[in-house]
Structures are given as C-alpha cells and as structure tokens.
C-alpha cells in the first residue's frame, strides 16, 4: 500500500527549520558585533598608570640665572615624573620675557613673600612651596633647591635614586656650638631636640604634611630664633644693647631638622643632604662670621675636574657627633650628591659647553 503524502506537514517543517536556522544566524551576528564592542582597540588602549612624582622647589630672590642648565636637565625625562614650583618675589612671573625654559613658565607661586637671610621668613617660603606642591596628589617627593643649584646627573637618574628609599634626606646633626639654641625655647623645644644642617632638603610626602601643618615649632622659631645684628644692617633695625649677647640662632639651618627630632621621627629620615655645598673658613677677618656662607663658583673656578671631584665623594664626616655617613643608594655605595652649590651663569655655561653637567 502506498503512504499518503502531507504537504502541510512538511511545509510546516520546514517553516520552523527556516525560522530556526534564522534564529541561530541572527544569535552568531550579534555575538560578533558584541565581541567587536567588547575587545579593546589598540586606539582605545587604557591610558599608564600615572607614576609618582618628584616637585622640585626652587627659592630664588627673582629670576633663575641658571635656568639653562635645568632645561637641559627637564629635557632628559617624561613631564609626567616631575613637577616645578618657584618660589621668588611678590608678582614676579616666569615667562618669555624673563627665562630661556619653557619649563619655568607660569611656575611661581602667587602667595609669595618677601624672604631674608637669616630670618624665619625662608622657612615660611618653604611651607608655602610645600602647600602648593601638596595639591597634587602625584607629588610624592619634595626637593628644596636655590637659585644657584646645579644638577649633576641626568634627570632619570636623578629620580631612581631619589624614589628608590622610603627615606627623607635632612642633613642633622647636634649642634653644640654655645650662642645657637635660645633657652628661651624651653620647655616647648627641650636642648635635646636642638639640631642643625643643610636648609636644602628632600623630603618623602609625611614629613613635608608634618611641616606644613606645624604650629609647635615654628611660631617659637619665629619668637625666638633670628640671626645676630650685623653692623651693615644695623640702620634697618633697633640698635642692639650688647650684640655679643644675640643668639646668633639662623632659623632655616635648625628648624626642619630640629622639627623631625622634635616628633620623634629621626628614624625615618637619612641624615645627609644631596646638595653639595663648600663652605669657606678663612674669607671673613670676623672669626665670628667665617663660614657663614659657601664659596662660590666663578667662571675661573669651575672645570670638569671640580665636578668629577664632587661627584667622587662618597661619605661625610660629622665632627659634632664622631660620626661617618658612608652614601648608600639600593644598598650599595654611591655619590653622596646628586646637587651642588653656589654657581654663577658664566660659569655654568662654561661647563654646558664642556658637555660636564647633565650625563
């Protein structure tokens, strides 16, 4: 017997393969522009992870003489690991018209002051460096330099030597010369705590938020600490009874290493600078004031040899405290300074054109 066909049964087959084969197609499409939506593009590439930063923290009376030589230093390293903030005085700008680096432009902060030698006022300076810093949360490292500093690494090596300890860089040590630490100080800054160094300074982000937000120290250093009357300014100010008498307490040589002693915190600092600084005993025919200042470094002095012999220096003695600071970096010997001072233009030029900075 023959088997009766259906048509309809069959054309309903193959409607719902039809419909199925369809559906599947349709599913395998949008699975494809959904992966193409999904996979990251080469052009949409997520952006690097944004590394910490060093601020460098120039304190400059108006200008930066030495700009050139910084520009140089800037131009060996991404922008995106240092940052620059200037502190000079009230309304000057840093623009073309007044340095050669396009990396001082608009650097200054504007809520400077008025700074004098020996008086509090630079330490109020660097506070105020300090805050603008602050503002960027990338800034992890705080580098105090005058306007006569030179680097003498490049700028990559300059920031892994920096970045690579946990550690401050302060420049400390007991100062037991009579004459420096005012008693009129006690009880708030005990004699023990009484330190001094170097004012040029590098800092890891939790003691420059101790600095910052200090209002212990600070006002006592403003009280208490000022640098003996010199006959030269003695028409500016009240003339003293007996000037023999001042304590000749200099405040940004005492107070940043005088503030971490005073919280406990000498532990987490490495008690040398990275800012070489000659200073010159025998100028002055006032024994008082032989070594108030450093030497400078005219256009005669200055050579390759001067710097190689700067950068071969690898430990510093501490006659105060007996005590030899060997210089370490990644756990192993190294240059002691990565900075020096005092350089005049003419003679960084010389040296730029002797190709002996910035290698």
């Avoid at 160094?197 to 890891?204: D, P, T, Y």
């Amino acid at each position: 017997m023959k088997r009766r066909s259906y048509p309809g049964r069959w054309s309903a087959k193959f409607i719902v393969m039809l419909l199925l084969g369809f559906s599947v197609a349709s599913l395998v499409v949008m699975q494809g522009h959904y992966s193409l939506v999904m996979k990251p593009s080469a052009e949409t590439s997520p952006p690097p992870v944004q590394k910490p930063k060093i601020a460098f923290l120039f304190i400059a009376r108006n200008r930066l003489p030495l700009d050139m030589v910084w520009d140089a230093f800037f131009q060996g390293e991404k922008e995106g690991r240092f940052s620059i903030y200037v502190h000079s005085r009230p309304g000057f700008l840093f623009n073309k018209a007044t340095t050669q680096s396009a990396y001082f432009y608009g650097r200054q902060v504007n809520n400077s002051i008025q700074v004098d030698w020996g008086e509090a006022s630079m330490i109020q300076a660097e506070r105020i460096l300090l805050r603008n810093a602050l503002k960027d949360s990338f800034n992890k490292r705080f580098v105090f330099l005058s306007d006569s500093c030179i680097p003498l690494y490049n700028c990559s090596y300059t920031y892994d030597y920096i970045m690579s300890t946990s550690t401050s860089f302060i420049d400390s040590f007991a100062d037991t010369k009579e004459g420096r630490y005012n008693p009129k100080m006690y009880p708030v800054i005990p004699v023990h705590n009484w330190r001094k160094g170097s004012q040029w300074a590098v800092l890891i982000k939790k003691h420059a938020l101790i600095m910052v937000n200090d209002d212990t120290v600070f006002p006592e250093f403003q009280k208490h600490c000022r640098r003996r009357s010199l006959p030269e300014f003695w028409r500016d100010h009240p003339l003293p009874s007996d000037a023999s008498k001042e304590h000749n307490c200099i405040p940004d040589e005492h107070y940043l290493q005088t503030l971490i002693a005073q919280n406990g915190l000498e532990e987490e600092i490495t008690r040398r600078t990275l800012t070489h600084t000659s200073w010159d005993l025998s100028s002055s025919k006032d024994r008082e004031r032989r070594g108030w200042h450093p030497v400078t470094y005219k256009l005669s002095d200055t050579t390759p040899m001067l710097i190689k012999s700067i950068k071969n220096i690898d430990n510093v003695y501490y006659e105060t405290e007996y005590r030899r600071e060997w210089c370490r970096n990644k756990e192993k010997p190294s240059p002691c300074f990565l900075f020096a001072r005092k350089f005049t233009r003419p003679a960084v030029y010389r040296l730029l054109n002797m190709s002996a900075l910035v290698n």
